[in-house]
């Protein structure tokens, strides 16, 4: 994900609404071009960050502008990330990749995933009560203790626990 985004100024409202108080940002720029970013800058590793809260509210707004047709929208992908401990509850992601990630203890209650991947993703912990998941692929992940995935049977490497 981008540490930078640039928006028209007609954009703000839509997406001062997308995010509302969730998300504590900093949003400066030249007339006509807004910078949007965390006001904490995380700290340097050499190992990709985890995605926060508020990261992953700045790309539920990118790609609903995205699926609006914006230019300053962004698809989400989340292949092969650190997702840990985070709240998708209501949000919006159909067709978006999980590919390969690390999902540890997120709660996904009536979010819209509809043919969103999760193939080799690790799901440990989850809570996808009230979340319609046809059409989404969990094939060849690894499914421990998630509420809610009662009845997926897709791919030889997954496991369902207790």
Same mark, same amino acid.
């Given at each position: 994900?981008?540490?930078?985004?640039?928006?028209?100024?007609?954009?703000?409202?839509?997406?001062?609404?997308?995010?509302?108080?969730?998300?504590?940002?900093?949003?400066?720029?030249?007339?006509?071009?807004?910078?949007?970013?965390?006001?904490?800058?995380?700290?340097?590793?050499?190992?990709?960050?985890?995605?926060?809260?508020?990261?992953?509210?700045?790309?539920?707004?990118?790609?609903?502008?995205?699926?609006?047709?914006?230019?300053?929208?962004?698809? /989400?992908? #989340?292949?092969?990330?650190? +997702?840990?401990?985070? $709240? =998708?509850?209501?949000?919006?992601?159909? @067709? *978006?990749? &999980?590919?390969?990630?690390?999902?540890?203890?997120?709660?996904?209650?009536?979010?819209?995933?509809?043919? /969103?991947? #999760?193939?080799?993703?690790? +799901?440990?912990?989850? $809570? =996808?009560?009230?979340?319609?998941?046809? @059409? *989404?692929? &969990?094939?060849?992940?690894?499914?421990?203790?998630?509420?809610?995935?009662?009845?997926?049977?897709?791919?030889?490497?997954?496991?369902?626990?207790?």
């Amino acid at each position: 994900m981008r540490a930078e985004y640039h928006l028209n100024p007609g954009q703000m409202p839509l997406l001062t609404e997308l995010l509302g108080k969730r998300v504590d940002l900093e949003i400066d720029g030249p007339a006509g071009t807004f910078t949007m970013r965390p006001k904490q800058e995380p700290a340097q590793r050499e190992a990709p960050e985890p995605m926060d809260q508020a990261g992953l509210e700045i790309a539920h707004a990118l790609h609903t502008l995205w699926t609006h047709g914006q230019p300053s929208g962004e698809r /989400a992908d #989340f292949s092969e990330m650190e +997702l840990n401990g985070l $709240d =998708f509850t209501g949000m919006r992601f159909p @067709g *978006v990749s &999980f590919a390969g990630a690390a999902l540890d203890g997120c709660c996904f209650q009536l979010a819209d995933l509809m043919g /969103a991947g #999760f193939a080799y993703a690790a +799901l440990r912990d989850c $809570d =996808f009560r009230f979340t319609d998941t046809e @059409g *989404v692929d &969990f094939s060849q992940a690894e499914i421990t203790n998630c509420e809610g995935l009662d009845d997926i049977s897709q791919g030889p490497l997954m496991t369902m626990g207790g």
